[in-house]
């Protein structure tokens, strides 16, 4: 069964599709935003400036079988001075063995094309999160990868291999955390630090800020890449309305903004109540979905390299979740943490936090 290089709008749109026939059966699992997806398959997201991007698929008739999409980034590449590729949005029904293979080849042999050495799958900041190895009974969080068990046979078969772990958090919020998280803000304040919310009336400078650090403190962080501010931006401005300010914030310590914390509404659990009724569903009802988000997104944290070992990453943590009880949330999740991250692992457990959910990354060398 041949393989489709995709170059239309008509397609990419299709290929958004495939979700739906694979998970039709899934109760749990939450469709990404599709215009969102249809941006980064096409190339007219802000990335596009600084990726190759060519999506694939295997169809029968009407049918789609499987769905991959090969990128080379340019701003990750120079930032590690390899020739790294990314397969990203893979998406097949179950008994394809054979047809996916040759997908994956052929995705490879696209990455080889464009000087690529090796091909990882499943990560990119600003694209796709790692896929999931468990928890597959509960609705994933805002952001995160959802997919069938059998993918990782097919991604084994394919000659790829398991290369790094990562975890997710979730705290299960009590009074007796709260007064803890009351201590850790205490201690910062007492320290000197400032923290402060994001200030919604100067959204861009606030967006450029955060960029600056995201982009300081992730500089050495395994599998990231910088982001540029129009991509900040859009992932920021296409969410202004949903996000929650005080969940936000930074920190300042010495007459500088030495930290920040990005947590915003698990958005899946209005997304996913929404699911299947498109648009039956009116603006009131969405604002009664969103307002009825009783779990918090701890997305990214980070703290300037001379800054850190002061406390500073639990007290911007500590605030956000502060603000989550405030509005009565329930539970809220500390992640992506990478196995081996042991710093930001044991914060995620000062703050009362227990794995909930496992990730995985594979990669494949190009002989």
Sequence with gaps: MPVYALHTEEAFRRYTTCGHAVYQQNPYWVAPETQHLLRLLSDRALSGAHAHVQAFWIAEGDSLRATLTAVVDELYNRHWHERMGHLLFFEALPHCDDQVQGLFQTACAWLQGHRCHAARVALLNGWQFPWTIDAYDAIPTVNHTYNPPYYHSYIKNAGFQTERGQVQYQVQFTPALARRYHQMVEHALLAGVRLRSWDFTRLEDETVLLTTLFNDTFAAHWGMRPTTVPEMQGVIGGRKEMLVADFTGFAEAEGQTVGFVFALPDLNQAFHRIRGKGKEVTTAESRELLQAIDHGV??????????????????????????????????????????????????????????????????????
């Design 298 to 367: 701890l997305n990214t944290i980070g703290v300037k390299q001379p800054y850190r070992g002061r406390g500073i990453n639990l007290a911007l943590a500590a605030k956000s979740y502060l603000a989550m009880i405030a509005r009565g949330y329930k539970t809220g999740s500390y992640t992506l943490v990478l196995d081996e991250n042991w710093p930001s692992r044991h914060t995620a457990e000062k703050l009362g936090g227990r794995v909930t959910r496992n990730f995985v990354t594979y990669r494949k060398e190009f002989a």
